[in-house]
């Protein structure tokens, strides 16, 4: 049981990065109600999502950094974000019949099942629905009239049934452990973080994200190359990643895959990366592979020899999404902020530096644009990051707008 504390404390503060966001609050109800609506926002016309959308995500801001349960809509209103439109939801107690139709309706279902799909945005998704299409199964029907799929899509379509599973924590905690054990084959010391919604203390997300970097800047030039080469030989990614036929890796390359990456693509970096698929617990073969890598470097341990069999032997065989970020040492914490998120503190504190300090803010660093030249205002840490931006620190766990 969440424990309540004084409103008297709460503060409407314009931007969600001046606010706690915890994940765990007291207005779930109204929050997921005013994300169904939110959602739906975004299916109705995607090019609008700087309006309708927003506003039912900055109102569900609002209530989730509220430090109580709201009962009256007086309270309610005093929130400065909580517009009128979601507060009819709040008077009808999350359950307004406006979010009934809404989930029920054929359009909401087909997008959610078409916008579950990897590499499908709400824009192809839409698309979709407007040809008739109303399934999968239709979707199926249309590729083989000859209906053409970007190459994220069909990855998308052919391992949909796992995509679609929630990745556990310790699944992601143990692909990171894999990560790091291939790394320091090719790179020793090498600094690697789970970030996303796991470092937000969520136990579960849609994909494993992971950053790299190293103290020494030359250790990090080419890295990311060198360890998806690696974990292809031990025959663990699957599908081909096109971006690494062309052997270049960097962004550049990334940028054009379509819109499953403009979902990603909000991060606008262009630090090295690969969004990849592990098939995970197939691991007779990657576990002997893995093996016999241990015993060459002579780092065999009693973990690796003892898991061996009896645990892939129960686990089943499962493909998961996992996104590989490396960035120079110097960048680091501004990676490390970016990709934990949420998406919305992101975009909470990006706005709130430019619209009150006039700095730019990225994954690369920050620049203060009210000095002329515009001056590089360079940090060390996240906690170094806030300071600069003269903001109080906020824990990861604290991100979750
Ligand atoms: N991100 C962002 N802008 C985007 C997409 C992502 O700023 N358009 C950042 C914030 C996210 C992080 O990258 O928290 C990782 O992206 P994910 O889409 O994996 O988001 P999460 O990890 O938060 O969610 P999930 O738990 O579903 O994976
Ligand atoms: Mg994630």
């Known amino acids: 049981k969440l424990e309540e504390t004084s409103p008297n404390e709460y503060q409407d503060n314009k931007f969600v990065c001046q606010r706690a966001t915890p994940l765990k609050h007291h207005n779930t109800k109204f929050t997921d109600a005013l994300e169904i609506l939110e959602r739906h926002a975004v299916y109705v016309d995607s ?36 517009g009128n439109h979601s507060k009819k939801e709040i008077l009808e107690n999350g359950s307004s019949d406006e979010v009934q139709d809404i989930l029920s309706s054929e359009f909401f279902k087909t997008m959610e099942v078409f916008s579950s799909i990897y590499g499908c945005g709400p824009a192809t998704a839409r698309k979709w629905y407007e040809k008739g299409y109303r399934s999968i199964a239709d979707v199926h029907h249309a590729v083989s009239d000859g209906m053409k799929l970007t190459e994220q899509q069909t990855m998308g379509f052919k391992y949909h049934s796992d995509l679609v599973k929630p990745v556990p924590k310790e699944e992601a905690i143990n692909i990171k452990d894999i990560v790091i054990k291939e790394l320091s084959k090719i790179q020793p010391n090498c600094i690697v973080e789970l970030v996303g919604g796991y470092r937000r203390g969520k136990l579960s997300g849609h994909d494993v994200d992971i950053l790299i970097t190293h103290q020494n800047n030359s250790k990090v030039e080419g890295l990311l190359h060198k360890l998806v080469e690696r974990l292809e030989k031990l025959d663990l990614m699957v599908g081909r990643n096109p971006h690494f036929e062309s052997k270049t890796l960097y ?20 630090l090295d990366h690969c969004f990849c698929m592990f098939q995970m617990g197939k691991s007779f073969e990657n576990e002997k592979v893995e093996h016999s890598c241990m015993q060459t470097t002579g780092e065999a341990d009693e973990t690796g020899t003892s898991t061996g069999s009896s645990s892939s032997e129960q686990m089943a065989a499962v493909v998961r999404r996992v996104d590989l970020i490396v960035a120079p040492h110097k960048q680091f914490p501004f990676a490390l902020l970016g990709w934990t998120g949420s998406k919305q503190f992101n975009r909470s504190l990006r706005d709130y530096a430019w619209k009150v300090l006039k700095v730019k803010l990225s994954n690369h660093g920050m620049w203060d644009h009210k000095h002329i030249p515009v001056r590089q205002v360079e940090a060390t840490s996240e906690q170094e990051i806030f300071h600069e931006l003269k903001l109080e620190y906020r824990d990861p766990h604290d991100r979750n707008a």
Request: charged fraction near 30%.
């Open 47 to 82: 090019t609008q999502r700087d309006s309708r959308a927003l506003a039912f995500r900055r109102a569900a801001c609002a209530l989730k950094s509220y430090p109580k349960q709201i009962t009256r809509i007086e309270e309610a209103s005093k929130l400065s974000s909580v």
């Open 251 to 270: 962004l550049k390359s990334v940028k054009g895959i379509g819109e499953g990456s403009q979902r990603q693509g909000g991060h606008m970096d262009s």
